[in-house]
Nanobody, 123 residues
Framework: QVQLVESGGGLVQTGGSLRLSCAAS????????MGWFRQAPGKEREFVAA????????LYADSVKGRFTISRDRAKNTLYLQMNSLKPEDTSVYYC????????????????WGQGTQVTVSS
């Protein structure tokens, strides 16, 4: 099993920046892909970005391209999401996730999840 713990959320004004972190522990050798998702009240969990753990191949949702950057530190078993030019519509609980098999964009396909960290962007 893999355990994931997010941190770095908070309150920021429109145009500001935050960096989220996700620390992985447990059987981390099983991880092939790690990703970030977000879920606002009354909404489905939506894909934000993902990265393959070994090769570093990335995918981004159109809504965050050019503003968010996903990265990882394999030695620290840590995933990051640098969020710049934040907008009120970015307000959500952000979750990190890990998958054993391939680069994925559907939440239902991921094997492991963190508890989430709140990001609030004020207008």
């Amino acid at each position: 099993q893999v355990q994931l713990v997010e941190s770095g959320g908070g309150l920021v004004q429109t145009g500001g920046s935050l960096r989220l972190s996700c620390a992985a522990s447990g059987r981390t050798f099983n991880i092939y892909t790690m990703g970030w998702f977000r879920q606002a009240p009354g909404k489905e969990r939506e894909f934000v970005a993902a990265i393959t753990w070994s090769g570093g191949t990335t995918l981004y949702a159109d809504s965050v391209k050019g503003r968010f950057t996903i990265s990882r530190d394999r030695a620290k078993n840590t995933l990051y999401l640098q969020m710049n030019s934040l907008k009120p519509e970015d307000t959500s609980v952000y979750y990190c996730a890990a998958d054993r098999f391939r680069l994925r964009v559907l939440a239902a396909e991921y094997d492991y999840w963190g508890q989430g960290t709140q990001v609030t962007v004020s207008s």
